[in-house]
């Protein structure tokens, strides 16, 4: 059975229910599809009961929406059906099957990860992941912890080992102190982060915080026993059993590229509509581009407008929201230039450090003068699993590669629900 929809909505994080709950108010009929088991997303990750504040308000207008929602739900097909759109999706163990008059697409980020010696040891893992696992109820007791590599979340992710029980060591971020001081005008434009950064603050006192320092090599045996730091003049070893480390966030974008969306491993091009260069297929949030949760929930009640036909950026709200984005927008730009990745970070890898943990394939067997078609064919890297969702950016960043085709599957999928059921 295919259900008919008006709109469908890839995404519940910020950006998807905002577009959501904007179209279903718009009197269409709306379907969310998420891969995570509650609304949120990863900026929004909870768990049962534990609803963060500042998403209270809009996850209870979802709630009151007519609006159907999907969780666990994965994407691995879409069709162009003359004029509507086919989505398949794996449900568990369930095949499902949707037609849509419009798409909005609202995939969110994924952590960039950056190789150095050590970084595949059980103990590393993105500064993200560990605040992902630390919202599910991971305890740390008393363990040392170092939080690195760049940007804002290292912070609360500092904050979030606290609460667990860790003993914060230092954050190191990678960005000199002349650029992170860039953070003061941007603060003063918006009390309200201003107001956070100073909780954040309050709740790290006493914590290390080192700007233009960042791992250079992490070891141990059987699990991370130690951390290498260096300022590109001075070292520093520091005995640790968890590193958190993160270097930004990349657009989840692999499903607007094959749908012949037009754009860039950076993000989507979308008009002042939110739509993408395919007619009848919207984009909003980090998809286009990273620029946090206020682009987010803005870009995503412009694309749920639209797709429903009512968008108007004349009206009172279309002006609010068009004055919201650009806003936020501005705010991103200032933090991509802040916190803009140093080249010393490309020097990391030695020939034996893995690139692509899904088909271990090391840094010494990637010819520098090869795209990502011959890397891929000469060693198999971004064919494993994850489909280049980790080591693509990572061969972005070190070689200049541009981002290969994506086909079907999108995602991971039981053989057997690859065989149609339906026409």
Same mark, same amino acid.
């Given at each position: 059975?295919? /259900?008919? !929809?008006? #709109? =469908?909505?890839? $995404? ?6 905002? +577009?959501? @709950?904007?179209? *279903? ?117 008393? /363990?040392? !912890?170092? #939080? =690195?590599?760049? $940007? ?6 500092? +904050?979030? @080992?606290?609460? *667990? ?259």
């Amino acid at each position: 059975m295919v /259900e008919h !929809v008006d #709109v =469908a909505v890839v $995404g519940g994080g910020p950006a998807g229910i905002s +577009a959501a @709950v904007a179209s *279903a108010a718009a009197g269409k009929r709306v379907c969310l599809l998420d891969e995570g088991s509650r609304p949120g997303g990863q900026i929004w990750r909870h768990r049962l009961g534990q609803v963060p504040d500042e998403a209270q308000s809009l996850l209870t207008k979802l709630d009151a929406a007519a609006v159907k929602v999907l969780f666990r739900a994965s994407v691995f097909d879409v069709e162009d059906r003359q004029g509507s759109w086919r989505l398949t999706l794996s449900q568990g163990e369930r095949r499902v099957a949707i037609t849509a008059e419009k798409l909005v697409l609202a995939c969110g980020a994924r952590e960039r990860f950056l190789p150095f010696p050590g970084w595949t040891l059980p103990g590393v893992m993105g500064a993200g992941g560990g605040q992902a696992f630390l919202k599910e109820g991971l305890e740390l007791h008393g /363990e040392r !912890v170092l #939080v =690195a590599g760049t $940007g804002p979340l290292l912070l609360p992710v500092a +904050a979030s @080992v606290g609460k *667990a029980g860790g003993r914060v060591l230092a954050i190191l971020e990678q960005t000199p102190w002349r650029r992170v001081l860039g953070m003061l005008p941007v603060l003063l434009a918006h009390p309200s982060k201003a107001l956070q950064a100073a909780q954040l603050g309050r709740s790290l006192f006493g914590v290390p915080y080192r700007p233009g320092w960042w791992v250079q090599e992490a070891y141990g045996k059987d699990f991370l026993e130690a951390v290498r730091l260096t300022d590109g003049q001075r070292e520093e070893v520091l005995e640790c059993r968890w590193l958190f480390c993160g270097f930004g966030l990349v657009p989840n974008g692999e499903l607007g590229v094959a749908l012949g969306c037009a754009g860039t491993h950076a993000g989507l091009q979308v008009n002042k509509a939110q739509e993408s260069s395919v007619n009848g297929i919207f984009a909003a949030g980090e998809l286009c581009g990273v620029a946090g949760v206020d682009a987010a929930l803005a870009e995503g009640a412009i694309a749920g407008l639209a797709a429903a036909g009512v968008w108007d950026a004349a009206s009172v709200e279309g002006h609010r929201l068009v004055k919201a984005r650009a806003r936020a927008r501005s705010t991103g730009r200032q933090l991509e230039r802040i916190f803009a990745l140093r080249p010393e970070l490309r020097g990391l890898p030695r020939p034996e450090t893995i690139i692509c943990r899904c088909e271990d394939v090391p840094y010494g067997a990637i010819d520098p003068s090869w795209g990502s078609r011959e890397t891929k064919l000469c060693t198999r890297a971004g064919m494993g699993p994850c489909q280049g969702r980790v080591c693509g950016p990572i061969l972005i960043y070190q070689f200049g590669h541009t981002p290969d085709t994506v086909r079907i599957p999108y995602k991971t999928t039981p053989v057997g629900q690859l065989i149609a059921e339906e026409p």
